[in-house]
């Protein structure tokens, strides 16, 4: 009983990150209608400006004000001089551009840094607390928790019951109507973008600093399980997104506690194939939204 409590435990702290990561695919598909495959790669960029502003002031907050601020600008900069002139008539062609994006973002983190893991520190203790003989959550676990709950409520308030929130979703389901209504579409679509950006950020500062440290590819198979969680909590939904995250952290905690490590990457196939193909939408997905 001690070991299944400790594996939940330590599966909701896991999850709780990839909800944060999957929460930045869920604000862009809402605001643009386009799964940003970049987004690990772009949050491992302003994860390393995080990581050099700590460095140098010796502080986390600054280096995780500076991370989220860079994922503004470099979200606005990637919309703004790059998606903005893909034809989006059909779906493949920004698939494309984000994919050659995330090979040119790589490989210039790789020619300034290198590829050594570079240690990052954390805010808060990672030591467990004990209740009753099991370990629980650590305080950093419970900063995590409480980022990720934050971040989700704020997304979901902004989304409906703001006018800007409203603004994005019409610019990204009916442009050529939005324009008609003085909704500026090209400026929406920028905001989406950036905070999409600044989310993804903020969720590589959370997870990058318990791994191995800052790396060209640190956020890549993050990526991959926060996709997981958005596609099973339903694009269209942020709170789905969290209940995705914290689905694929448990997955990945009981896999690989009772079973096989090595096996914790086909559970999570196994997850998104089922989720698929008996709901494809996600578990708490609008479908009248979708049908829009």
Not at 1 to 15: E, K, N
Not at 247 to 273: E, P, T
Not at 279 to 284: D, S
Request: charged fraction near 10%; avoid cysteine.
């Amino acid at each position: 009983m001690d070991r299944f409590l400790f594996l939940t435990v330590d599966g909701l702290a896991r999850g709780a990150v990839f909800a944060a990561f999957a929460l930045a695919l869920v604000l862009i598909w809402r605001g643009t209608r386009i799964v940003n495959f970049a987004q690990g790669a772009m949050a491992a960029a302003t994860t390393y400006l995080g990581y050099s502003v700590t460095a140098a002031s010796d502080s986390y907050w600054l280096g995780l004000v500076a991370a989220v601020f860079g994922g503004l600008v470099l979200g606005a900069i990637v919309e703004r001089g790059l998606m903005r002139f893909v034809d989006v008539r059909s779906p493949l062609n920004a698939v494309i551009v984000a994919l050659g994006l995330v090979l040119v973002i790589h490989s210039i983190l790789g020619i300034v840094y290198g590829s050594r893991y570079r240690a990052m520190q954390v805010p808060f203790s990672r030591e467990s607390i004990e209740i009753g003989g099991t370990a629980l959550l650590s305080p950093y676990d419970l900063f995590v928790f409480g980022t990720v709950l934050l971040v989700m409520v704020g997304l979901a308030l902004v989304f409906t019951r703001t006018d800007i929130g409203l603004r994005m979703r019409a610019a990204a389901f009916a442009p050529d109507m939005s324009r008609l209504l003085g909704v500026n579409v090209g400026r929406m679509l920028t905001l989406s973008w950036a905070l999409a950006a600044a989310v993804g950020a903020l969720a590589a500062m959370l997870v990058v600093p318990t791994e191995f440290g800052a790396h060209p590819h640190s956020t890549d198979l993050v990526f991959v399980y926060a996709f997981t969680a958005a596609v099973v909590g339903g694009l269209d939904s942020p709170a789905g997104a969290v209940v995705g995250g914290l689905v694929v952290g448990l997955v990945l905690s009981y896999v690989s506690g009772y079973a096989d490590g090595d096996l914790s990457a086909v559970a999570i196939l196994v997850l998104l194939i089922g989720v698929l193909l008996l709901r494809p939408n996600g578990l708490f997905a609008s479908t009248t939204a979708r049908q829009v």
